[in-house]
């Protein structure tokens, strides 16, 4: 009896404080799947949510588009600091604002410093804030948060599947929440984000933003980002094209591996950067393709994108920023001259770089 | 012609206690006399309505039949109440006022023989008894059996006992409870007026059903028998299937007012003894008043009662009953029910089916595997999409959950009460369905599936995910082979979307959890419930979700520590057998 009695306590105890009250059915919340930082007028920070409407929801459920009703709304807060916007935000609606399945937090590029730490640091301690939710930067949060895809579709889900799938895209520019944070604590190495704009035809992600002390100091070119990507093992489907005896070359499908090796010489961090990319020839207008001439077109090609590298490190270097993690890699051997050496960006934005690319073609031929 | 028996019977030559019971006869035929010459006073007097004297008096009539009748019995020499006292019209007055008030209980006083008539009576039910032996083998018999003039009660008796009666089963009783009891078994009595005994005549007729298909356990492939309600047909039946020297059937009788026959069957030299003694000793141990199905006794042979799983195992399957008696079990045959219950058992053999073995081994495998895979479909689905919707709906897909969202637009209940709902239509359905025939049952569950399933997704009371995910979860759940089972796991079902939605995903594991610690802990009759899993025995895996081809399983459960762990001899190898062999050797030659 007595076994009885304190189960039916046990489990009584369970039930109340188990919190399962509060627990809402999906249906009644609202699910946040964009969420966008900007700043407002007066020193104040805006948060927008882009939130599924009812037609949104039953047209992806119908596998069609939602009509003429809009897919979704977007719900606004401004206040001194985040937790003020987004409790004018919450004051708008009479369904709770949730966070849980975020699938992109954008950033204006146009924060200040503090007002980009305000940000991450709320990010970082809001529980119910999905942290594997993508990170972007963005000119304008709201035409970002406001544009509709031709398809119907609802931009996060569409921005997720972009984001996650590594051969949608040439560079696999992916960020997310928790990579925010590991930058923000980790040394030598400066955080970075794809820039994300909205574009005619529907979001363009093909630059990347690198950040030094909470704010966007430089902001590569497709290109750029592109060779960047080489280094950081980002670009997966590279191109490069080029005039080669008056043949018009077209290289694809340029994959990287990077390897890089820091000595110091003389007080100055001395870089190798070796590049082993693989491709395939897309285009070869005129003349036969002898292996002697497949040679020269390597050769040609390697010394260009050898050269597109370095032109983008040095870019870096005069920037003063590292989103490579040459220093980090540096830091994990070598801890105590790291925390001698004051400051890495300023030893990186000296240091002598050479790049190496050793491109095979393994494909000439099928241009499927 | 009058009746002569009581004059046959001197009572004035048996003493003085004779005497007595002569006084006492007379007083209770006199107090009779009394009562009908109040009832004439009365009637002449007024006109009075005498019918409750009327009933008093008969009454008093059938009270003063039965003490004369007993007290024929105690002037006897052996002078005891429960013995049979030689008096034929004693006999028959005693039936006639106990048993024979039933209109299916026959009395036949006859002459037994042809030329020197002796006084007889013949008792049996009418419909239990065969009534071509009792008017062919008995009756016609001992009315034309040549009796001689002026011999003892006893040669009579004799004579009947060993030539007049063509009955197989004669046997002699003469206490009157054994007596009854075997009258109302349906054997015929015979009572020989000076006799000390009572020929009991084995006439049974079983009133039975013919052997019909199992319609618990169908089976495609394999034997269709099963059992029907005659203890005596399902001995035969197992005998038939098992016919080693070694079949033992223990015979009991239960319920002290049924008195119903239950068989303990084992193999005697492959069943561990202490299993049979022990199941033996719990059998003697039940103590009620009736015993009318199997499960009656099954639930005094679980070693846990509180338990949600079964421990005993009913089948009506003949085939069966004789595999696991076979592998090392005891069976018990209830008589008037179909269903043996076989013991002891491990939650996988709840899994196992006659056509486990009855069809190649890959199918039974495959078989197998989708049971499993409809079991964790049938638990978790349902508690899942109410953890997932309602708790953690930070774990679920993104798409995924937007796709729930939007099916649930406007729906006014929660997962929960849908759940509730729609649980509820389901299991009305279920039982109203096995309420009704056959053919009625098919129109009903179409219309439940069809129309109360479209109905109420249009109505906007439960969303069409829900009615997919209710649907999975019912069919996993009662894809279970065995009955006992799907209860078990119906009310774990519920404890699953309890904790569900209380403690979301948590609360899954946490039941798991708590569901696996209590079915590796139960054991029954020393084997353990959760074996060949828990303790881990590998070569028993052989036939838990897989199964190996029949010439690998040759060992007999190890749990059941049988007499005998051998089930059969790898002899015959795979491989492919050359016809032309002897030839092309001759041809050497």
Known sequence: MKA????????????????????????????????????????????????????????????????????????????????????????????DLYLGQVEVVAFSTKLSPQEFEQARNMFSRLGSLDKTAYAVATPSVRALLSLQPRSGELPGIILASNFGCLSCNVEHLERRVWDMETASYNRGINLWLPLLTAGKSGFEINQMAVYADGHPVLTLSPAETQALGYVMGLTHKGTVSFRWHDHLVALRGLDARPYFHLTWVQGRPHIDV??????????????????????????????????????????????????????????????????????????????????????????IGDLT | MAWPFRQRIPLDARGQDQHDASAAVSRGEEATNQLQAAEATLRAIAPVDASGLKEVETL????????????????????????????????????????????????????????????????????????????????MNLQLYPIPQGGQAEVVFEAVHQAAVAVGHVSTEAEWDKLLVKLIAGNALLFLEGASQVLVLDTVKFPSRSLGRSQTEPSVLGPQEAFNEISLTQMNLLRLRIQSPGLRFTELTLGNRSLTQVLLVHLDDVTNPALVSAVL??????????????????????????????????????????????????AVLVANDPFAIILPNTLMDFYRTTQDYASSFWDTTLTRMVRFLALIIGIYLMPLYIALTSVNTDLIPTKLLLTIAGSRAGIPFPPISEVIIMWLIIEVLREASARLPQQMATTLGTVGAVVVGTAIVKAGVVDDIMIVTV????????????????????????????????FGIYGIVLMTVI?????????????PYFSPWGPLRVRELSDTLIRLPLPFLTRRPLTLRTVDARMSERTVQAGSVDLYAGQRRARRR
């Open chain 2, 515 to 527: 569901v696996l610690a209590h079915v590796t802990s139960l054991e029954n009759y020393g084997v």
């Open chain 2, 60 to 139: 008093c009539g059938h009270v003063g039949s039965w003490i004369d009748a007993m007290l024929e019995d105690l002037t006897q020499p052996q002078g005891n109440l429960n013995r049979y006292g030689g008096s034929v019209e004693a006999a028959y007055e005693r039936l006639k006022n106990t048993v024979g008030t039933s209109p299916d209980v026959v009395l036949r006083k006859f002459w037994l023989g042809s030329q020197a008539r002796w006084p007889a009576l013949l008792a049996f039910v009418d419909g239990l008894a065969d009534n071509t032996m009792i008017d062919r083998d008995i009756l």
């Open chain 2, 471 to 502: 649907t999975l979860t019912a069919l996993g759940l009662f894809t279970s082979p065995s009955f006992e089972l799907t209860s078990t796991w119906r009310w774990l079902f519920w404890g699953f979307i309890v904790t569900a939605y209380v």
């Open chain 1, 274 to 363: 070796t590049l082993r990319i693989t491709g395939a020839l897309a285009e070869y207008l005129g003349g036969e393709l002898t292996p002697e001439a497949l040679s020269e077109v390597q050769a040609t090609a390697e010394h260009l994108i050898a050269r597109r590298v370095t032109a983008v490190l040095r870019r870096l270097q005069q920037a003063k920023v590292d989103p490579v993690g040459f220093g980090q890699a540096w830091v994990w051997f070598h801890p105590g001259r790291f925390a001698r050496l004051g400051s890495w960006r300023q030893a990186f934005s000296q240091a002598a770089i050479h790049v190496e690319v050793q491109l095979r073609l393994h494909d």
């Open chain 2, 281 to 330: 000793e719990r059998l003697n141990s039940i103590q009620r008043d009736s015993v009318q199905t199997a499960n009656e006794v099954a639930e005094y042979l679980a070693d846990r009662r509180w338990t949600l799983f079964p421990q005993t195992r009913q089948t009506d399957r003949v085939e069966w009953v004789a595999r696991e008696i076979m592998a090392g079990k005891v």
């Open chain 1, 4 to 95: 009885w009695a304190a189960a039916l306590v046990a489990a009584a105890l369970s039930v109340g404080l188990a919190g399962c009250w509060s627990n809402r059915p999906v249906e009644r919340r609202n699910l946040a799947l964009m969420l966008g930082v900007g700043p407002a007028p007066h020193h104040q920070l805006r948060l927008l949510f882009q939130i599924p409407t009812r037609a949104g929801l039953t047209g992806l459920t119908k596998g069609s588009g939602s009509g003429s009703e809009p897919s979704f709304n977007i719900i606004e807060g401004v206040g001194t600091t985040l937790t003020d916007a987004f409790a004018q935000a919450q004051a708008k609606t009479t369904r």
